[in-house]
Each structure stands twice: as C-alpha cells, then as structure tokens.
C-alpha cells in the first residue's frame, strides 16, 4: 500500500505559477499527476518513471514541469504559464507500472486531490 498526500494548490492569475508537492508514504517507480475539471473526465498531466523519463499531455508542454525527489520520495509539478483552462483538481498518483503512461487506469494509488483555480 502507498499513501499519497498532496500540497500546494490554490489560485492564481493566468500567467501565473504555482508548484505542486506529493509526498509518497513509501519509493514506487512510478508517479503521476492528473486533473479533473468540473463535467470533463480526468485526465493525465505528467509521469516521471523511476529513471527520471517524463512524459506530458500535449496542452502543459512547456509550460509544467514534473519532477522527484527520490530520498523523499516526493514528486513535484511546477505549473507556469497558467491558463484558467488548467482550473481543476489535481491528483498524485502512483504505479509499479513501468510503462508509467498517462492513462489514470494504469495507476493503483492516488491521493485525496487538491484544488487550482486560475482566474483571467
């Protein structure tokens, strides 16, 4: 079992950034970042495997950016550039995966979510 605990949320202007943190109760290969915005599905965001190979959906390329810190086994997502369209919870999740793809049904634990709002 993995326990995963998020931080970070909140609002900003777009334009803005903001980063969020995952804290993982134990190492597992890998992890994850999805959003649900209210009436669409959830969607992928950003992997990082246990090498450090990321992957991102097409609409936060350069603009967010996913990343670990192994000893404390804690993930990260800078967010940059924000848009109000990036409105929406975000989760951390996590697999033993190691194809570590942006499909939610591949991952086994997520956490509680965390909200981001971004105004115009």
């Known amino acids: 079992q993995v326990h995963l605990v998020e931080s970070g949320g909140g609002s900003a202007q777009a334009g803005g950034s903001l980063r969020l943190s995952c804290a993982a109760s134990?190492?597992?290969?890998?992890k994850g970042w999805f959003r649900q915005a209210p009436g669409k599905e959830r969607e992928g965001v950003a992997t990082i495997n246990a090498i450090g190979g990321m992957r991102y959906t097409d609409s936060v390329k350069g603009r967010f950016t996913i990343s670990q810190d192994i000893a404390k086994n804690t993930v990260y997502l800078q967010m940059n550039s924000l848009k109000p369209e990036d409105t929406a919870i975000y989760y951390c999740a996590a697999t033993t995966s190691y194809a570590c793809v942006l499909g939610s049904s591949d991952y086994d634990y997520w956490g509680q979510g965390t909200q981001v709002t971004v105004s115009s």
């Open positions: 134990r190492y597992i290969d890998c």
